[in-house]
């Protein structure tokens, strides 16, 4: 992204796009408290993947895209995909094919009505938000485990010490990302 680009709809929550008549009303209070605090999450989880690896930042953009993708498809379908329900869906879209996926959504949501918020802020904020997406994964995915120069560094430092010759050696991370992209390299 460029400097001064953010994520829109990731920086304020769903409760933003909440009609004003709506805000003190439940279940929509429930959506304020959760939004408070996204931003900060998503930014310290994006750069702790980072952090990771490569491949676990990677995956996580691809993740938040998809499930950004399928949240926007849901509202083209008339319903809003929030709630417990409807989050967990969401974390394992990767695992469902969309039509499943936007079915069981439908199914695992109602609480809150599509009257009830800006849909059209709501959709274009999306839509930035994806496009941000694809600019972050189009400037990592050509990043190969050759081109990894923390990747080639850690597999270097493993080769030249001496445990990692001839024992075996337990290495810790914190992201099962990462720990499969370093056994596959």
Aim: proline share 4%.
């Amino acid at each position: 992204p460029k400097p001064g680009q953010e994520l829109t709809y990731a920086r304020y929550g769903l409760w933003h796009y909440v009609h004003k008549s709506k805000h003190k009303e439940s279940p929509y209070t429930d959506l304020r408290r959760a939004g408070i605090n996204l931003r900060g999450l998503i930014r310290t989880s994006l750069f702790k993947r980072f952090e990771s690896s490569v491949e676990a930042f990677r995956l996580s953009l691809k993740r938040m895209l998809r499930t950004h993708e399928m949240f926007l498809k849901a509202l083209t379908r008339g319903f809003i995909p929030a709630g417990e329900d409807a989050e967990a869906l969401l974390g394992r879209s990767g695992q469902m094919d969309e039509d499943a996926l936007l079915s069981a959504l439908e199914l695992a949501t109602g609480q809150y009505a599509l009257v009830d918020f800006d849909v059209e802020t709501l959709k274009s904020h999306i839509e930035a938000d994806i496009e941000l997406f694809k600019q972050m994964l189009s400037i990592v995915s050509p990043i190969t485990p050759q081109q990894d120069a923390k990747l080639q560094t850690f597999l270097r430092r493993l080769e030249d010490h001496p445990i990692g010759k001839k024992n075996k050696c337990l290495i810790f991370t914190q992201y099962a990302d990462t720990a499969q992209y370093v056994f596959e390299n």
